[in-house]
């Protein structure tokens, strides 16, 4: 979500702090960064270690912080930042980790990098920086990252004056080397193709939030591309669409995979309220399974969909300009052919301006909410939420009242 990008000028340093725990018992995970950092804009777990894209640090050089968690319990976050970083390049703008790696990507460095790192010896080791081939300033290659197992997906939504495309790399040998670059058969300029990516197993799904139909005045309605391995090549298997398009609703700014599902976000829906759709593949052939609404209905600017996550029969979503901007993240879950919204508690605190929800990371038990707009003096050092039903201690229904600090009376 490259267009929508929230990051303010920094203007001191600050100490951060050890992870600590709310009223609730779910843990505040934050770090030393200064008043515009907005750490969590971008999240990921491997159900160890939690990373937290911190792109606005360092005068937007940006910065990247992992923080490994047993259940509620967490040790200091550590650094992970590149050596050859300068002013505006983002990075940690989009975090994707997988087992023992680890991808950043840093779009506004020239036509945008993707570092690769592997956890070896305690510590995450930078292995190889990735650009694209024939790139040129402006494509924001690394706006969009996700690794699964030997490969990479990483979008450049900026590419070929904003059509954009989305680039696949492998690592069978030892080097990771580009082996696609992907993009719509009806690709058009502006449609950002790679403003979002996800990967399957040998599915790549990318989103194009602005691209529009050839009906006079359509825009920004958005879709899916759904591209397949047939090997060695790659070819797109699906479109996918919202079964209501209107103009301007992003379908496609946020989506994830798991199994053979997606999950795609249209956060501008509805006047802004938003919605998300659930996809299912049969074979070669995707149906539209689901959509899924704001539990309580939502109100228009809540933006609910700009951040999602999937993992098999559970969904977590974010509306992070609900409640007056405090936020609001509620997971969901599918069972008897129908997706329910949980009554849990993913946040304990909620702040004025937080933006809870900006960013989201769902993995089994673990939950994690990103809250970039999170400090005492509204000054986006940022934050995130974690919450581990692992450790056997929660119970869906357990309501937070701290919400209500966020309505405005």
Aim: proline share 4%; hydrophobic share 45%; with cysteine.
């Amino acid at each position: 979500m490259g267009e929508h990008v929230r990051l303010q000028v920094l203007v001191c340093a600050f100490a951060g702090s050890l992870a600590s725990f709310g009223a609730h018992a779910q843990t505040l995970l934050q770090a030393p960064t200064e008043p515009g950092a907005d750490l969590a804009f971008a999240l990921a777990s491997n159900g160890i270690h939690v990373v937290a894209g911190a792109p606005g640090s360092d005068d937007r050089a940006g910065r990247a912080y992992s923080i490994e968690c047993i259940g509620q319990s967490c040790l200091a976050p550590v650094l992970v930042q590149a050596n050859d970083l300068a002013s505006g390049d983002l990075f940690g703008a989009a975090v994707s980790v997988f087992a023992d790696t680890l991808v950043i990507g840093a779009p506004d460095q020239g036509s945008g990098a993707v570092y690769v790192y592997v956890y070896s010896g305690g510590s995450w080791q930078l292995q190889e920086k990735l650009s694209a081939s024939a790139g040129v300033n402006g494509d924001r290659f690394g706006a969009a990252v996700s690794v699964l197992a030997d490969r990479i997906a990483i979008g450049a939504p900026g590419a070929d004056n904003g059509t954009g495309a989305a680039y696949v790399f492998e690592n069978p040998g030892g080097n990771w080397t580009q082996t696609a670059r992907l993009q719509a058969a009806d690709a058009d300029v502006d449609h950002a193709l790679g403003s979002s990516v996800a990967l399957g197993a040998d599915t790549v799904v990318a989103g194009a939030p602005h691209w529009a139909s050839s009906t006079v005045g359509a825009f920004s309605q958005g879709a899916a591309y759904v591209f397949v391995r047939t090997s060695p090549a790659w070819e797109q298997q699906a479109r996918l669409q919202s079964t209501s398009p209107a103009n301007g609703q992003l379908f496609g700014s946020a989506l994830a995979v798991s199994g053979e599902r997606a999950l795609i976000g249209a956060p501008l829906a509805n006047a802004g309220t938003g919605n998300a759709h659930v996809f299912l593949r049969t074979g070669s052939v995707w149906s539209h399974q689901a959509q899924i609404t704001p539990a309580g209905g939502g109100l228009p600017g809540d933006r609910f969909g700009w951040s999602v996550s999937l993992d098999a029969d559970q969904a977590l979503i974010g509306a992070p300009f609900a409640l007056d901007g405090c936020g609001a993240s509620t997971r969901y879950v599918f069972a008897a052919g129908n997706w329910t919204a949980s009554a849990e508690t993913l946040v304990s605190d909620y702040v004025v301006g937080g933006l809870n929800g900006w960013s989201v990371s769902l993995l089994g038990p673990r939950r994690l909410i990103g809250v970039p707009g999170f400090s005492s003096a509204a000054s986006h050092r940022g934050a995130a939420w974690l919450r581990d039903v692992g450790d056997g201690i929660f119970a869906d229904g357990y309501e937070s009242g701290a919400a209500a600090l966020c309505i405005p009376d």
